[in-house]
């Protein structure tokens, strides 16, 4: 019986060796979290990053440590994603977890989290899928908002006319035409070019576009508890977004005044008239504060991504006048001087496609994606990343993959060319992101790009003011968005 009890408790005694060794080694796997540099209190790893040229400082460690590495900007601890496979594994394999929207402090400090792209859980859910319908219903996607483009084309294209061959910066003059499509889905109506009101607008976000390559801009999202008691660039960027959000509040007013609910002229009526439906719910998603964010998204998105691409396009088309000819001789072939540019002549004209889709890839336009997050504590390659972790899926990983697009520091529409001369597909061209956080007017902007672009040298040959051997088509800064540098061009009728 002695003997007996020996043998339990040594085996109990063994099986609690077992259970607590395997609790150890639990505890241990779900700890190991990705690595990364050394971090210190209040600056995080910004020893390590350098401000003006954050995709070469992550190349850098993703050498070191691997495609999964930790930074902290800050105190804020960021996952990093680099890339092709690890991104694809993560926002399309593991799509749910990775869902969550990451808001940079600079970031939250403009967009309150509040609308489409910056909110999250059920809020986001529901506005996108009834911003993803109602911007279906008038016309995105459709032919009615090609025709749209063509439109605004031909306004873009005598505005260029009227400079008469003088050298200017385009750069308002593409913000202006590429505002006005998503301004007629949203607001109901396109802006006249002398509309002063929408001209200022216009000069702020321009504005903005400069002040976020300032220093104390980037210093904004590594201590952001010292900068918002600073002055800087960054207050005036701030104040700047309160006055274009101003604008569209007045505008929403306005709608709310001359509202026909069975006769929606736009975005905004059809959310307001969600609204109505919805004002027996208290916990309604649906509020005259998401409409203004939601609208201020749009509006934003719909401007900013698409405008800049355009102009770093011209800058880089400037350098390379041979491949300008490639693209008026496909141009003069298929469509001719005549008639607008439309969707169809693409699938015909493969190296414009081609010069298009090299553009977005060169220019790579946000390098480290729009940050997200993971919604819950998540086992990612080995390691534990814990819920609400920000994630880095860099983008500049995929565009500039030497495997796939070999020299990519090099301008070559030959990345997107078979040898035949047919335009070459591929997964890595993601400028627009993928899985759930998908950029939701991907369709619009691929268009506006494709047709605005081609209008322009359908009209114009593009006169550089300096040699185009001595111009400079590398980013003004490479930060969290590549921003074109300034420039004068003379648009010469053909």
Request: glycine letters at 6%; one cysteine or more.
């Amino acid at each position: 019986m002695e003997l007996l009890g020996m043998t339990t408790i040594f085996l109990l005694a063994c099986i609690s060796c077992l259970l607590l060794l395997a609790t150890c080694r639990s505890i241990s796997q779900k700890e190991k979290q990705p690595p990364g540099p050394i971090t210190l209190p209040i600056i995080g790893s910004v020893l390590h990053l350098n401000p003006w040229n954050l995709p070469e400082s992550l190349k850098k460690l993703s050498k070191k440590y691997g495609p999964v590495f930790t930074i902290h900007l800050g105190p804020q601890k960021v996952v990093v994603l680099y890339g092709y496979d690890v991104v694809k594994e993560a926002l399309i394999d593991q799509a749910d977890n990775f869902s969550g929207r990451g808001n940079l402090p600079l970031l939250k400090k403009l967009f309150q989290g509040k609308g489409i792209v910056t909110s999250n859980g059920e809020t986001w859910k529901q506005l996108r899928r009834f911003a993803l319908t109602t911007l279906r219903d008038f016309g995105m996607g459709k032919k009615s908002i090609e025709e749209r483009i063509q439109e605004e084309t031909h306004f873009l294209v005598e505005r260029i006319r009227n400079k008469h061959g003088h050298p200017f910066n385009p750069g308002n003059f593409l913000i202006h035409a590429v505002s006005n499509i998503i301004c007629s889905i949203v607001f109901g109506d396109r802006f006249d070019y002398d509309d002063k009101k929408f001209l200022s607008l216009i000069e702020l976000l321009d504005e903005n576009n400069k002040l976020q390559t300032s220093l104390q801009a980037q210093l904004y999202n590594f201590i952001p508890a010292v900068m918002e008691n600073l002055p800087g660039p960054h207050q005036k960027m701030i104040k700047n977004i309160e006055k274009v959000d101003q604008f569209t509040l007045e505008i929403i007013a306005e709608h709310q005044q001359t509202l026909d609910p069975t006769c929606p002229r736009d975005f905004i009526d059809a959310f307001l008239n969600k609204m109505e439906q919805e004002k027996e719910n208290g916990h309604s998603e649906f509020t005259v504060e998401t409409l203004s964010r939601t609208t201020l998204d749009l509006f934003l998105a719909g401007t900013g991504t698409t405008s800049l691409t355009l102009r770093h396009g011209l800058l880089i088309l400037q350098k390379y006048p041979e491949i300008v000819e490639g693209i008026q001789k496909e141009i003069d072939c298929v469509i001719g001087r005549d008639r607008s540019p439309c969707m169809a002549d693409r699938s015909q004209m493969p190296y414009t496609d081609a010069v298009v889709h090299e553009i977005q890839r060169f220019i790579d336009f946000l390098p480290f994606n729009v940050p997200h997050t993971v919604i819950k504590d998540t086992k990612f390659r080995g390691y534990f990343i814990p819920k609400d972790t920000m994630i880095f899926p860099t983008l500049t990983s995929i565009l500039h993959d030497r495997k796939e697009f070999p020299n990519p520091e090099k301008f070559d529409p030959g990345h997107f060319l078979n040898a035949n001369g047919t335009f070459r597909k591929s997964d890595y061209f993601m400028p627009f992101s993928a899985g759930k956080r998908i950029c939701a007017g991907e369709g619009l902007a691929r268009m506006e790009i494709f047709i605005f672009l081609t209008a322009i040298l359908q009209n114009f040959t593009l006169k550089p003011v300096v040699n185009h051997k001595d111009i400079d088509i590398s980013p003004l800064v490479r930060t969290l968005v590549n921003i074109p540098r300034p420039y004068e061009v003379s648009f010469l009728p053909r």
